[in-house]
């Protein structure tokens, strides 16, 4: 059983940063691929961008490249998005998620998700 918990949400203005960590817990959590998801009101959640256990291997969706960024630390098994120049439409729920394989995270096919947490960018 993986348990994974985001922090780093919150109010933001057009342009700003933010940094949402995940941290995973359990015997097996450094073994999974992890990425982040967001949903918008009404939407289903979509990927966001991924990076596989061992980091050999990244993956953002087109709306978020060149601007948000993806890491992992191992010994901490935490995972983070780092989220500069945020613009409005950024603003969504994000979710921290593990999968075995990096084809079924990148489709949303996780085997954990987090709790969530929320981005707020104001114009």
Do not use: H
């Amino acid at each position: 059983q993986v348990q994974l918990v985001e922090s780093g949400g919150g109010l933001v203005k057009t342009g700003e940063s933010l940094r949402l960590s995940c941290t995973g817990s359990g015997r097996t959590s450094s073994l999974y691929d992890m990425g982040w998801f967001r949903q918008f009101p009404g939407k289903e959640r979509e990927f966001v961008a991924g990076i596989t256990a061992s980091g050999d291997r990244i993956d953002y969706t087109d709306s978020v490249k060149g601007r948000f960024t993806i890491s992992r630390d191992k010994p901490k098994n935490t995972v983070y998005l780092q989220m500069n120049n945020l613009k409005p439409e950024d603003t969504a729920a994000y979710f921290c998620a593990a999968a075995m394989l990096f084809e079924s995270l990148q489709r949303g096919r996780t085997t954990y998700w987090g709790q969530g947490t929320q981005v707020t960018v104001s114009s």
